[in-house]
């Protein structure tokens, strides 16, 4: 807390411009306690080796927190995907620091809503493994979430994901809600993403717009011949809001290879990189013997499209 | 009244084993027998009707079991399992009479009915009840009432079946002044002829003596039970033992002789019965928190823990109800009650007030009592995060409601709806290792074919746009909306499993495509055209 006294110093540091280094430190000092009421100090950074991304958030994913990720979840799939790279991410990142992550939690959205249910298959090209997720089914909405500050407080889990598909509360519900999922997610040290349509009032560390990619390089034709190539994850980006950074828009790609997110900057030529394996030999990536495997699943000729 | 006679239903299964194999589906064409190792020598102690019909039975020697029938298919004895099964008969003859027991050498189980035969219409009525309701089942069995338990053994093995001594009720006076005679001198002389009559040519085997006994007795020329009930006793105490006198007398009932009664399973359950109704929302939370105390004090001092648990109240106008919850482990803790029970409170209507409440506990295991801070000192940080998982699972199920939690399971099937499953979620924490777990990427790498973060559960039909017989689609319409499709991958033909898949199953060309605002869907054609079957167009999933 600043007291009186501290502030009055402070005055009068600010009149005697002669003594500025005494004055910076006093300035730090006070960011400081600032930023530690705000909570901004003690706080756990997730970097996401995106340069601009990182310094928009101002050093990383800030972890321990409740984040929102808006967009159109009925008409793609990029938020889940966004969500499921970041997860992934964060998976990593936690086993990296020496215990191993314990399991996420993902609260979907009903089956019957339009967004689809989880894929395991998917979600485990991208990275995340489907038997550390546990997947809290339940049909309503209000009752998801308010359950979700009873999961954000458990102790050991990496990530919790919660969709809220189609609710029409006051922005008065959210405040509170969010509030207390933060509170929540604070003691635990859980990170939590919020996935649902934008929201008008939040009180989210960040608060993200996932849409499709149209970006050249995602978008263009390019003469690519390994599906590797021409098939990884795009997003764009934008995020609205982030506190203690500033906002942010671009593209981003994820890397499936390394798990890693990258900045699309430039249509860049692509070619086929030196370690894919011929096309003659696999088949979406399957070697023969993995097809004979599959005896009910006949394929046709390999095909890679250009069509239009 | 006090009921002053006794009256023993014996019912003994001669193909119990048999029977119990026929349940675990073994098909009863080959005669079959049970054997026992005795002496080096293997020796058959229980066969099958059909073994039985061949001339096989009890006490042969497996060789010569063989050279009789060659056909038949020996197992070896499971004592464990017998006595189990006659167990649990014993205990459904609760229905008949409360005292029940179990004749493990002699594969039978005794019902003590006195008292309790004019509510199944006579010891008649109660005999064929219960030999319809065991036949159902698919059982074999012999029985004989007596009012000696040596009288119903001895019938019950070597008797016409179904036959039965009534006993003669007592008349005398209950008021009279001299003091009560013991049963056995009560027993009516005209009692004691109808038995000795049926009982006399039986062999002496009935009398459950020692075979070495029986074959001494053979020997000297006395075949069944009337050549020695009339002979002097005190010789053929001293040549024979004593035993044989007191299983003679037992079956007269001259001697009495009981069985044990099997104890019933005591139900876990405690119960708070209120004085004055009781309606007050901090009344039935107090309630819950007695409840929830006594259950874990109740499972802990008898070494079980529940797997679920059943909340029951009883309304002042009668009505009961209750309501269950499900633990993901066996537990006994009282905290983890009182945490799951703690929503409940507001869900119980006490309308006019409630009377009794009670818990009881279901599926209970034996936990081996652990002390707390040992379990402290063993456990890791890892363990904690296990429990702490556990417990959220167990709250989440109590909160929104049993199968609300699940884990994702692959399936070895092609077919994609049915390449992965949704499994009740377990209390094992799940290993991190995509590699082992058999989903369609191992990998990071895209040596997989492509599968999409969400599928919908039921594809969507689309119109489109494309070219025959195999072309990915140049544009399609979902929801009024048109995309324009600027990269495709595919086809990938999924083909129905012809062994189940219903007649008319189509097989399935996959593509997996990109529209001009760069979202990626899996769309396929049901139906290939170059076979002449109709093509229609499905969207079924969403990439990230």
Known sequence: ?308 | MAVTYRHILYICFPYLAAARMHRHGVASVHPMVFVESVKGADRVVACCPLARRRGLGAGMRLADARALCPTVHSYSTDLASDHADLHKLALWARRYSPLTGVDEPANGIWIDVAGAEHLFGGVRGLMADCARRLRQSGLHLRFAAAPTCGAAWALAHYARPGIHILPQHDAMPAAAAQPVAPPHTRMRARMRASMRQILAPLPLAALRIETDTESALQRAGLQVIGDIMAMPRAPLATRFGNDLLRRLDQAFGDVQESFCPLAPPQPMIVSRNFAEPVAAASDIVAMISYLADEMARLLYHTGMAARRLELGWQLVDGGRHCHHIHLSRPSRQAALFHRLLAGLSDRINPEFGIETGWMQAHDCSPLAPVDQPLQHMATSADSTAGENYASLIDRLVARLGYGSVVHLKPQANWQPEAAQQTMLAELTMPAASVAAAGWLAPTLSTTAPPRPIRLLAHPHPIDVVALLPDHPPAQFIWQRRTHKIIKASGPERIAPPWWTAPAGSKSRDYFRVQDHHGACFWLYRDGLPERGETAAWFLHGFFA
């Open chain 1, 1 to 308: 807390m600043i007291n009186k006294q501290q502030a009055f110093r402070a005055k009068n540091f600010s009149k005697n411009s002669s003594n500025s280094q005494i004055k910076n430190d006093y300035l730090e000092n006070l960011k400081n306690q600032i930023g530690s009421i705000d909570g901004r100090v003690s706080r756990h950074l997730m970097p996401l080796a995106v340069a601009p991304l990182d310094s928009a958030l101002s050093g990383g994913l800030a972890l321990g927190r409740v984040h929102m990720l808006c967009g159109m979840m009925q008409a793609h799939g990029v938020v889940s995907g966004f969500a499921t790279a970041l997860v992934r991410r964060l998976v990593t990142h936690l086993s990296a620091t020496g215990k191993p992550a314990g399991p996420v939690v993902w609260c979907p959205a009903s089956s019957a809503g339009g967004a689809g249910m989880l894929y395991g298959h998917g979600l485990a090209a991208l990275g995340l493994d489907p038997a550390g997720l546990m997947i809290v089914d339940t049909p309503h909405p209000a009752r998801r979430m308010a359950a979700l500050d009873d999961i954000a407080r458990t102790d050991g889990l990496a990530a919790v994901v919660a969709e809220y598909d189609g609710m029409q509360k006051s922005s008065d519900y959210w405040m509170r809600l969010i509030r207390r999922i933060q509170l929540a997610a604070e003691a635990s040290r859980v990170t939590v993403f919020l996935l649902g349509a934008p929201l008008a009032a939040n009180g989210c560390e960040t608060v993200w717009h996932i849409a499709p990619s149209n970006h050249a390089s995602n978008t263009a034709y390019a003469p690519v011949k390994s599906a590797q190539q021409l098939w990884q994850p795009a997003w764009q980006v934008r995020l609205q809001r982030a506190r203690g950074g500033y906002p942010f828009q671009g593209h981003i790609g994820w890397d499936l290879a390394s798990g890693r997110f990258t900045e699309l900057t430039a249509v860049t030529e692509a070619g086929p990189p030196a370690s894919a394996p011929a096309e003659s030999q696999t088949l979406f990536g399957r070697t023969p013997d993995q097809i004979s495997a599959g005896y009910q699943n006949r394929l046709t000729q390999p095909a890679m499209r250009q069509a239009l």
